[in-house]
């Protein structure tokens, strides 16, 4: 089967095929580099990789690019508020710049650490001012612009498609705004550059034909993807969360300066989901690849976790099922590394494996057939060799997985001689407690039919 794609723009599955020749270029939505990246953040690059990597697979050559936005993303999606970078500087006493390079490269850790492939260009906002200048200059020329006392700001009702991506309805927003519209016109117009506040001197701020300040955040999309990708390319990705306001207004950028609609397929990863609550940086409490590290999980346990969704359903998270995702993944690694050396794949579930992902990324269905194979009665050196195909898509470094020698410290043989006795007792909220104290010291617990084994985390 050919590759075939969700595209939100037309809202349909359809086939894939490059703009031109074998080559395909992607844009992503980079972080916000205020703060550490969330395990939710964490999903979509995740989303994204396994795009790359299947587009790959199918022989095509991929020119990735991510941008870091290291200025200009407001706290209100109405372009009011301050300035997350500035906001992060107040919090950490550190400069804007330092902010962005020191969790610029905690970002690029811990996709590493995911086995994410890095994309072909990293791109920075602050990199890229006078291109951003530009563009805007580009919007007025053609009439797409308006000035208020606190920027330029894009006349979103000068362009009759806008809005289309999300399916807004314009008249609807409108009318049930609650958001302090500031002078802005209408409620769709966003900031294009804003100015510095008189009173306030800010770590970034440059020199424009409207007057010193800063870009907004939309623009560096619009204006980074066409100088490294065009005005018109194969595939721009993002989390859902972006579809109303941050591509809706890249679009409209575009489509008013250069014509296009910037991406023939939109494709956008769902959300990951706290048990409770959705997960934001903004509301501080959040979690961190670092927070699951230090309760002892190895960060492609949660790489594996992701790959047990498709990426257009939303993902619940809790620790209980980051455990099982443990628990399988274990099972696999260590039945995959008894298989020995690998001979040949069974060319026929390799492509069973792939006809399923090419199918708009149906990994749910993917894992089906990986552990259909796994039971299978398939000789071992076909297995290994079928799985180390699987796991060019998978990022599970199998071929490099060894069982990890355990030394069982004192402290967590007599947590396990505890946990026995609680479960003798039937007291199994305290059994479950252990368990946790166990997996902090780095141990990981499997109850198995011949008694319970201990690994390292
Ligand atoms: P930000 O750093 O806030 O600009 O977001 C970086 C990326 O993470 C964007 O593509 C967002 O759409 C995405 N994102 C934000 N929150 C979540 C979440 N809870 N689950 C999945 N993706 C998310
Ligand atoms: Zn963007």
């Known amino acids: 089967m050919t590759l075939q794609l969700f595209d939100t723009y037309e809202r349909e599955i359809r086939p894939f095929q490059p703009l031109t020749g074998q080559s395909v270029g992607i844009y992503c939505c980079g972080p916000t580099v205020y703060n550490f990246a969330h395990i939710g953040n964490l999903r979509t690059y995740l989303f994204e990789d396994l795009l790359v990597r299947v587009l790959r697979a199918n022989g095509y050559e991929v020119n990735h690019v991510v941008n870091i936005t290291d200025v200009g993303h407001l706290v209100s999606d109405a372009d009011t508020g301050e300035d997350k970078m500035e906001l992060g500087t107040k919090r950490t006493g550190m400069t804007a710049w330092e902010l962005a390079d020191f969790y610029t490269e905690a970002f690029e850790k811990d996709l590493a650490r995911l086995n994410v492939q890095p994309p072909s260009i990293w791109c920075r906002a602050t990199d890229h001012i006078k291109e951003q200048i530009a563009f805007i200059e580009d919007l007025e020329d053609k009439g797409f612009t308006y000035q208020t006392s606190d920027g330029i700001y894009f006349d979103s009702r000068k362009l009759n498609s806008y809005g289309r991506l999300a399916r807004l309805d314009i008249e609807g ?35 424009s034909p409207w007057g010193i300040g800063f870009p907004g955040w939309h623009i560096e999309c619009s204006a ?98 980051l455990e099982a995702a443990r628990t399988s993944l274990n099972r696999l690694y260590e039945a995959a590394y008894s298989w020995g050396a690998p001979g040949e794949a069974d060319e026929a579930i390799v492509g069973r494996f792939f006809e399923a992902l090419n199918d708009d990324l149906g990994m749910p269905k993917a894992m089906a057939i990986l552990w ?43 947590l396990l001689q505890a946990r026995k006795n609680a479960r003798k007792e039937k007291n199994w909220a305290r059994a479950d407690e252990i368990r946790d104290e166990i997996s902090a010291l780095g141990y990981v617990i499997d109850d198995t039919p011949e008694g319970v084994k201990v690994t390292r985390a």
């Open 173 to 207: 927003l409108q009318a049930g705004a609650r958001v302090d519209q500031g002078e802005r016109k209408f409620v769709t117009d966003f900031a294009l550059w804003k100015f510095s506040p008189e009173n306030e001197q800010r770590q970034m701020e440059w020199e």
């Open 224 to 321: 980074m993807s066409a100088k490294y990708l065009g005005d018109y390319f194969d595939i721009h990705c993002g989390g859902e969360d972006h579809i109303p306001i941050h591509h809706t207004n890249e679009i409209a950028q575009t489509e008013a300066s250069r014509g296009t609609r910037l991406a023939n397929f939109w494709m956008h990863g769902y959300f990951l989901q706290l048990d409770d609550a959705k997960m934001s940086k903004s509301s501080g409490e959040f979690l961190t690849l670092d927070a699951l590290i230090d309760k002892g999980f190895d960060p492609l346990v949660y790489r594996f976790f992701c790959l047990g969704g498709h990426y257009r359903s939303q993902m619940t998270f809790s620790w209980d099922s």
């Open 372 to 414: 259909e194979m796994v039971r299978s009665d398939l000789a071992e050196d076909v297995k290994k060799a079928t799985i180390l195909r699987f796991d060019e898509i998978l990022g599970l470094r199998i071929r490099e997985w060894e069982p990890k020698e355990v030394e069982v410290p004192g402290e967590v043989t007599a």
